[in-house]
C-alpha cells in the first residue's frame, strides 16, 4: 500500500516562495504530481508532473514560477514555488501512479493534502 505525506506548506506574502515536499512510502510509481485544490469542494487541478526519469510538465498558470523536482532516491518529490499570488493559495495534494502521456491524469494514490496561505 502506497503512502504519501505532504509538508512544507505555511503562510507566505506575495512575492514569496516556499518548498512543499512530499515522501512516498511503498512501491516507487514512475509519475508523481502535485495538484491543487483552491477551496474545499473545489476542482483539483494539475499543478506540475514529473517521472522517474525526470520528464516534466507544468500547468500554464505556474511555468516559470515552480518547479517540481525528484529524489528517487529517496522517493520524494518537491515543488519549488516562487514569486507566489494570492491565486496560489489552498491545498495541494500530492498523487502517484498517473500518467503523462498522452495527457497528465492522477493516479488513484493521494496525500493528505498541505496547506499554502498567500494574502491579498
Known amino acids: 500500500q502506497m503512502r504519501l505525506v505532504e509538508s512544507g506548506g505555511g503562510l507566505v506574502q506575495p512575492g514569496g516562495s516556499l518548498r512543499l515536499s512530499c515522501e512516498a512510502s511503498?512501491?516507487?510509481?514512475?509519475?508523481m504530481a502535485w495538484y491543487h485544490q483552491a477551496a474545499p469542494g473545489a476542482q483539483r487541478d494539475l499543478v506540475a508532473?514529473?517521472?522517474?526519469?525526470?520528464?516534466?510538465r507544468y500547468a500554464d498558470s505556474v511555468k516559470g514560477r515552480f518547479t517540481i523536482s525528484r529524489d528517487n532516491a529517496k522517493n520524494t518529490i518537491y515543488l519549488h514555488m516562487d514569486n507566489l499570488k494570492p491565486e496560489d493559495a489552498g491545498d495541494y495534494y500530492c498523487?502517484?501512479?498517473?500518467?503523462?502521456?498522452?495527457?497528465?491524469?492522477?493516479?488513484?494514490?493521494w496525500g493528505q493534502g498541505t496547506r499554502v496561505f498567500v494574502p491579498p
Open positions: 498523487n502517484a501512479g498517473g500518467t503523462i502521456v498522452p495527457e497528465s491524469k492522477p493516479g488513484i494514490f
Open positions: 511503498g512501491n516507487i510509481l514512475n509519475v
Open positions: 508532473v514529473i517521472t522517474l526519469s525526470h520528464r516534466t
